[in-house]
């Protein structure tokens, strides 16, 4: 192979791009994410060996968050992130809609009480006491 080619590709796997672009931290969970549908080109279910090539447009699901990327470059290694930021584009309606999606998820939690952790030993025996009480009137 030519250097050239090696340094500035034209096409490579997708799964390796979503690697080097950051987006998963392996490539086998890459993988994985693209086998379980969870990464879409044109709305079509695509494999880990898609051939990627700058202006691309991908759909990928992270937990409850979508993203809807351009693809800007490619990269023959993982790079830093501030340079994997530089190979894709998110859409303006994507990004709206995630922020949008984790500030609801932060009011939500917001709303949910968080319990104070284990009882106390003192709490602990005020709850046994509590239970052995009702299960002695249920069985008369």
């Known amino acids: 192979m030519s250097t050239d080619k090696q340094n500035n590709p034209k096409t490579m796997r997708l799964d390796k791009w979503l690697w080097c672009a950051r987006f998963y931290k392996t490539r086998r969970q890459a993988t994985d994410a693209i086998k379980s549908g969870k990464v879409k080109s044109n709305a079509d279910k695509v494999k880990p060996s898609h051939l990627v090539k700058p202006g691309d447009i991908y759909t990928i699901r992270q937990g409850p968050y979508s993203y ?7 990269a023959t290694h993982r790079r830093p992130a501030s ?7 998110e859409s303006q309606d994507s990004q ?13 939690n917001a709303m949910i009480s968080h319990s104070q952790g284990r009882p106390t030993k003192r709490e602990r025996r005020k709850l046994i006491r509590f239970t052995q009480k009702n299960s002695a009137k249920q069985k008369d």
């Open 68 to 74: 809807e990327i351009t693809v800007k470059g490619l």
């Open 83 to 89: 340079e994997a930021a530089l190979l894709h584009e």
């Open 96 to 108: 709206i809609q995630r922020e949008k999606l984790a500030k609801e998820i932060k009011a939500n």
